[in-house]
Structure formats: structure tokens, C-alpha cells
């Protein structure tokens, strides 16, 4: 059979609906180990992408703290320290307030907490916290929220930083600090 004849044949089959595909070539072996090993690379990229973008928001850095403190019974002076004398009524209002040396980028949360000694967990602090837009915190209550406290530790930073009330306590906690998030603290002296 030439040629000529083949293709005939293969003419009259078309038009009979008798052709049958013409056969796929096997993929080189290069091709194939490209294929395996695409599948686990954009597997780990997908992975990458995934661990970054959970990372959480970046917060801003948070400026320099001070700290003054006073008792609101009669010309005390401020200081950074809470100076309690013996016979102050428990009733005695005190007054914490923490000024940022630049207004922060954002906005900032504050939690309070009291500690009584070295080895006491962080308890809330029954006072009032009041936020400035220009990132100062106020703090006013009574000295009857301090019994048997050596000292207030204030959790400040940007919201998504410091986290929720628990992460805030684990801060006061350990009382660790960082670019984001401060922990300020104000020893807590009985005179």
C-alpha cells in the first residue's frame, strides 16, 4: 500500500465517522517530575501565605510613658509613685495620669490591674480609666481599691496589640513590655 492509498483510506474513514484519535504521545520524563513536584511547591507557598496574612495587624509603636500619681487629700504633691498615708480614709480619692511623650499613631486601650506582692496574680482595679485621643490615660478611684496592693500595673497599647482582657493580665502578669505594648508601674507606698 503506498502512500496515496493511506491517505485514501483515511479520507473515506473521516467521512465515515470511523477515524479514530490519533494517539497522544507519552509526556517526556522531565515533564512529568516537573507536574509531581509543582503540586507540593504551590502546596507550601499556599502555606506561607496562609501563616503571614494570620499574623494579626501590625500595631504601631507606642511612645515613651510618665507617670504622675496622687492621693486627693489636701496639697499632695504628684510623683510617679502613689504615696498612701496610714490614716487616709479609705474614701480618699487617688489620681493616676500617663501622658505619652508624642500623640501615638491610633488609637490606645488601657487595663488596670493591682498586685500585692512579687508572687500575686494581677486583680482588676476598681477604678475609672479614661482615654484622651492624644493616647493619655487617666485613672481615678478610691483608696479602698489598693488594700494590699504594692503596686498598679496599666496595660496600654493599640487594641489589636494588647489583645483581650486575658492577654492584658498575662502582661500585668509578667509585667514585659515591648515596642507595641507598655506596661506601666506605679509602686503603690504606705506611709
Known amino acids: 500500500m503506498t502512500d496515496d492509498d493511506a491517505s485514501a483510506r483515511t479520507g473515506e474513514a473521516a467521512r465515515q465517522g470511523t477515524v479514530s484519535p490519533p494517539a497522544k504521545r507519552p509526556a517526556s520524563s522531565w515533564r512529568r517530575r516537573l507536574v509531581l513536584a509543582a503540586g507540593p511547591v504551590a502546596l507550601a507557598a499556599a502555606m506561607v501565605v496562609y501563616v503571614t496574612s494570620q499574623s494579626g495587624p501590625r500595631a504601631p509603636e507606642l511612645p515613651r510613658y510618665t507617670v504622675t500619681a496622687q ?3 489636701g496639697a499632695a504633691e504628684a510623683s510617679p509613685r502613689l504615696r498612701i498615708e496610714r490614716d487616709a ?3 480618699t ?3 493616676l495620669l500617663l501622658r505619652p511623650a508624642t500623640a501615638p499613631d491610633g488609637k ?3 487595663y488596670a490591674f493591682t498586685l500585692g506582692g512579687p508572687a500575686s496574680e494581677p ?3 476598681e477604678a475609672r480609666i479614661e482615654l484622651a485621643p492624644e493616647g493619655a490615660v487617666k485613672l481615678t478611684g478610691n483608696l479602698s481599691a489598693l488594700d494590699g496592693a504594692s ?3 496599666i496595660v496600654v497599647g493599640a487594641p489589636a496589640a494588647v489583645g483581650k482582657f486575658d492577654d492584658a493580665a498575662a502582661r500585668a502578669r509578667s509585667g514585659s513590655s515591648d515596642r507595641h505594648v507598655h506596661v506601666v508601674t506605679v509602686p503603690v507606698d504606705r506611709d
Open 89 to 91: 480614709p479609705r474614701a
Open 123 to 125: 486583680t482588676p482595679l
Open 71 to 73: 492621693v486627693m487629700r
Open 108 to 110: 490606645v486601650v488601657a
Open 151 to 153: 503596686e498598679i500595673r
Open 93 to 95: 480619692r487617688f489620681e
